[in-house]
């Protein structure tokens, strides 16, 4: 009986381990993935927002405020989903 | 040697003196006491056998005792070993602790000191407020107007708050309101402008829902707020003389992708909405009359309007070709029981370091009742600006340079070919973004605009626009004048005329 709660002692802990190490991974993953969007927002944001009007820096408006414009401005231009979120990251991120 | 056996020869050496002794006094004394005394020895010899069995036993017993308190002692030492190496294990956990506690606390004192950055600030306080949120953006723009023909100058003004409601990341809700103070007028008129959801479904497509700008090419929806237009005023087509309705209420589906390179994308809008109509204050529809602009009285016609975009962009970003935008649009509608509007329309638009370029052409087939010909019209604009920006005169001083480079000029070119205009439609009022001259009012209206933009920020701008009307002889104008019936009369050369509008706009 003991040998069985040890067994699943020690199953349980690798269990945690292993979704410790995935947490780990899949947070680098994401801030890897967010540090790509923001430079290929800071490519895109020049050329995409001049198309019509001057580029907007992102400290003219809130991060939150930004959500709700970028959602906007993708419509009017109809721009590409994952161009629209660099962008967002960009004008987030340059705040 | 062992202490037993120390013991027991000495015991054995004792009997042996002892026995040598008892022999000698046997010698001497008497032989009668001989058997009396080996009696006695062999009685003491017994008594010390015995005696050295017990000894060897309690011996034994000691020598037991001592093993195990032998091996108690080397465990003990074991045990003491091991606690050792635990102590110094811990000990140096627990310097390894210390290290990264202070290491940690230093970074938190250090933050504190700091402070959070902006950012974080934000993010912060955004979670804060919550998922629901309303956004203020939009426009303002105060204008002096001067037209030399009305021989009259004036200022309007217009305040364009528009509000977003964000529900989620895929659904927002737009509004916009426009307060107007145009000359003529007591006091501010006021009117809706756009008032819809857009609902993203996927990452390729959108829904649109409510009123909106006529997504038909991309003055309206895009190009028309006052800081985003380079000029004061809209393009011919697009402002006095509207080819196609500049807003409808109905439902779009949208979307765009990148087809190859970064930057290289292409979009498509299709959209149903109430449909096209026309003036209906004249007595009855003539060639030329002007379309209603914003309102709903296409859900009174016998069906609704179709129409279509699509853009793309060629060039990849990384070409260095700049960025082109290639468009076509259509747009068909009812505009009176089984009568159609056809349009359809191509532009461009082109950005290239400082150069921005712009331009479209559109045409519309009107169908009209029996008796009447086609109201059939054609329109078009071309414009470039460039940005003064990094130019450096030698001769100008830091100072001046500084303004210089704010500074971009512009020229548009626009004009609109109709057989005939209504005279009683015509109205020389000036307004926000319109001169009020009536030689744009011609049936082949042709107007030069000269421009120059001095931008103080981004989204804020001072614009003034000297304007050319050169209008071209021909067309028929009709004139109801108070009558069922219009009279028509030939369009002769209609003057040209010139006016100034100067504007302070800024986009919030």
């Not at chain 1, 790509?36 to 820096?57: D, T």
């Not at chain 2, 067309?475 to 009369?489: E, I, K, M, Q, V």
Request: net charge negative; charged share 20%; glycine share 8%.
């Amino acid at each position: 009986m003991a040998k069985l709660s040890k067994s699943i002692l020690i199953g349980l802990l690798m269990i945690v381990l292993l979704e410790i190490s995935a947490v780990r991974a899949l947070s680098a993953e994401s801030e890897q993935e967010q540090r790509k969007l923001f430079r290929e927002g800071a490519q895109l944001w020049p050329v995409y927002c001049a198309q019509c009007h001057n580029a907007r820096p992102g400290s003219e408006f809130s991060p939150v405020q930004w959500d709700s414009i970028l959602m906007h401005m993708r419509t009017l231009p109809n721009l590409p989903a994952k161009d629209a979120r660099a962008i967002l990251e960009y004008l987030k991120g340059s705040h | 040697m062992p202490a037993g056996r120390i013991f027991s020869t000495f015991l054995f050496a004792f009997g042996a003196a002892t026995l040598s002794l008892a022999g000698l006094a046997r010698a001497a004394d008497s032989e009668g006491g001989d058997a009396a005394a080996l009696k006695e020895i062999r009685s003491e010899v017994r008594q010390l056998r015995a005696d050295r069995a017990r000894d060897r036993r309690l011996i034994e017993m000691l020598k037991q005792e001592l093993d195990e308190v032998r091996s108690e002692d080397s465990h003990i030492r074991t045990t003491n070993q091991q606690l050792q190496t635990s102590t110094q294990k811990l000990q140096s956990s627990n310097q390894q602790l210390e290290t990264k506690t202070n290491k940690e606390l230093n970074q938190i004192r250090d933050q504190v000191t700091e402070g959070p950055t902006e950012p974080q600030l934000a993010r912060a306080l955004g979670g804060y407020w919550g998922t629901h949120q309303f956004t203020i953006a939009g426009g303002a723009a105060a204008d002096f107007i001067y037209d030399r023909q009305l021989g009259q100058n004036t200022f309007a003004i217009n305040f364009n708050p528009e509000t977003f409601f964000r529900v989620n990341d895929w659904i927002l809700f737009q509004g916009s309101l426009d307060a107007a103070w145009n000359p003529g007028t007591s006091g501010a008129s006021f009117s809706s402008g756009v008032a819809d959801a857009q609902i993203f479904l996927n990452d390729y497509v959108e829904t649109v829902l409510g009123a909106f700008d006529q997504p038909f090419d991309d003055f309206y929806e895009d190009n028309s707020a006052f800081w985003v237009n380079r000029f004061v005023t809209a393009p011919l087509p697009y402002g006095a003389r509207a080819l196609v309705p500049p807003s409808d209420i109905g439902m779009q589906v949208r979307g765009g992708y990148q087809w190859g390179g970064l930057g290289q994308d292409a979009d498509y809008t299709v959209w149903v909405a109430n449909g096209p109509s026309f003036d209906s204050a004249l007595p009855q529809p003539v060639v030329g009359q002007t379309l209603n602009g914003f309102n709903n009285i296409g859900s009174n016609t016998n069906g609704r309007a179709y129409g279509g975009r699509f853009r793309v962009y060629p060039f990849p970003l990384d070409s260095n070709l700049g960025r082109l935008e290639l468009g076509a649009s259509t747009y068909n509608g009812k505009w009176q029981n089984s009568l159609w509007l056809n349009a359809w329309g191509v532009d461009f638009a082109y950005l290239r370091d400082n150069l921005q370029a712009r331009g479209s052409y559109l045409e519309t087939y009107r169908q009209m009742p029996a008796g009447s010909s086609p109201d059939n019209r054609q329109g078009w604009y071309v414009q470039a600006g460039y940005f003064l920006s990094g130019l450096r005169l030698p001769f100008l001083s830091r100072e001046l340079n500084g303004y210089l480079e704010r500074l971009e000029p512009l020229v548009r070119y626009s004009g609109v070919n109709q057989r005939a205009v209504v005279a009683d439609e015509i109205s020389t009022t000036p307004s926000l973004g319109f001169s009020g001259s009536q030689s744009a009012f011609a049936p082949h209206a042709r107007e030069v605009a000269l421009g120059l933009d001095y931008w103080i920020a981004p989204s804020i701008v001072w614009q003034t626009e000297f304007d050319l009307e050169l209008p071209r002889a021909g067309g028929t104008l009709f004139s109801f004048n108070g009558a069922s019936t219009p009279t028509a009369s030939s369009v002769g050369a209609t003057p040209n005329d010139r006016a100034i509008l100067t504007q302070f706009a800024i986009g919030f």
